[in-house]
């Protein structure tokens, strides 16, 4: 399957979520699960399979590692916060610097459109509802990590501007 293919069946499982979230209020759950996926799974660039295992378990101890960083708790989840920490840095070192960087972007694509969708779960989506989030999916999408890192930077710079 070549990259095109795999574009055009992410893009074609976005497009049927975002449908089934504006059609009749059915439950566009499923939909939406097969949408964050199929963008977790286009990159955009041809990985071996070797290589795609492990931007996928990267992605996973990611999220692990970000689920785990958050406030209380106690001593039993800082210790598997650490464990998870310990993990991610041994896989980035077996890895090297552009698998961490594909994870990095699968998995902030991954949450983006997950909120993206969420706005849309409880009602109905008018036709203007759908045309925006499908320009949204679509700019998502051409998201390189080079536009990630620039605007993200961006961002500490306006945070540290007005801190």
Not at 61 to 74: E, T, V
């Amino acid at each position: 399957m070549s990259e095109e293919d795999d574009t055009t069946a992410a893009e074609a499982s976005l497009r049927r979520a975002v449908e089934q979230l504006c059609g009749d209020g059915s439950d566009g759950s499923e939909a939406a699960q097969e949408a964050v996926q199929a963008l977790a799974d286009g990159s955009g660039k041809a990985w071996t399979p070797e290589q795609e295992t492990q931007i996928r378990a990267l992605v996973e101890q990611i999220r692990k590692l970000r689920d785990l960083n958050r406030p209380g708790g106690g001593w039993w989840r800082r210790r598997r916060e650490w464990r998870a920490r310990e993990r991610l840095v041994d896989m980035m070192e077996a890895g090297g610097s552009e698998l961490l960087n594909e994870a990095e972007l699968r998995h902030w694509k991954s949450h983006a459109m997950v909120e993206l969708l969420l706005k849309f779960m409880d009602t109905a989506m008018r036709h203007d509802d759908t045309v925006e989030t499908l320009g949204r999916i679509e700019a998502l999408n051409a998201v390189t990590y080079e536009d990630y890192q620039q605007a993200k930077n961006q961002l500490a710079g306006k945070k540290a501007a007005t801190g």
